[in-house]
């Protein structure tokens, strides 16, 4: 139960914030906090990762679905074998992560992204992200750190 609470969280949390910027910021609008590290804009991706596939929003959502149904399978099978903490914890992180991207998608043919960071690596500091997208980058590490059993 507490892993489905935490799927729930992160896509709820992220939903919130998600309509929040949507509504609340014009694109050109930016907000510097933690001395800079970190921007808060708005910005619609209509692709994966970095925008790729932008021009094919279809073949995006269905390549989504696909990927999201079989994470959630795995979650689920992951549940009835009562796998350890790392891995559901992760599997958890990436469902509320993978929900709340595939629902925009799936709603408004496009992701909300909404943050970036700066950091020493130039090409970096021009990717924005949103919640969803650093829970399911860190579900997939965990993944990596758990899953040797």
Same mark, same amino acid.
């Given at each position: 139960?507490?892993?489905?609470?935490? +799927?729930?969280?992160?896509? @709820?949390?992220?939903?919130?914030?998600?309509?929040?910027?949507?509504?609340?910021?014009?694109?050109?609008?930016?907000?510097?906090?933690?001395?800079?590290?970190?921007?808060?804009?708005?910005?619609?991706?209509?692709?994966? @990762?970095?925008?790729?596939?932008?021009?094919?929003?279809?073949?995006?959502?269905?390549?989504?679905?696909?990927?999201?149904?079989?994470?959630?399978?795995?979650?689920?099978?992951?549940?009835?074998?009562?796998? #350890?903490?790392?891995?559901?914890? +992760?599997?958890?992180?990436?469902?509320?992560?993978? +929900?709340?991207?595939?629902?925009?998608?799936?709603?408004?043919?496009?992701?909300?992204?909404?943050?970036?960071?700066?950091?020493?690596?130039?090409?970096? #500091?021009?990717?924005?992200? #949103?919640?969803?997208?650093?829970?399911?980058?860190?579900?997939?590490?965990?993944?990596?750190?758990?899953?040797?059993?």
């Amino acid at each position: 139960m507490k892993y489905i609470l935490v +799927a729930t969280t992160i896509f @709820a949390g992220d939903f919130f914030l998600k309509k929040h910027i949507e509504e609340q910021r014009d694109f050109k609008e930016e907000t510097k906090l933690f001395s800079g590290k970190v921007t808060v804009r708005k910005c619609h991706n209509r692709g994966m @990762a970095l925008n790729y596939l932008e021009k094919c929003p279809k073949l995006v959502k269905n390549i989504s679905g696909i990927i999201f149904l079989m994470i959630g399978i795995l979650w689920y099978l992951c549940f009835k074998k009562k796998k #350890n903490l790392g891995i559901m914890l +992760a599997f958890s992180l990436i469902v509320g992560g993978g +929900a709340s991207n595939f629902f925009d998608r799936v709603t408004k043919g496009y992701v909300i992204d909404y943050v970036s960071f700066q950091t020493p690596w130039k090409k970096l #500091n021009h990717v924005v992200f #949103n919640i969803s997208d650093l829970c399911i980058f860190l579900g997939s590490l965990l993944l990596v750190l758990f899953g040797r059993d």
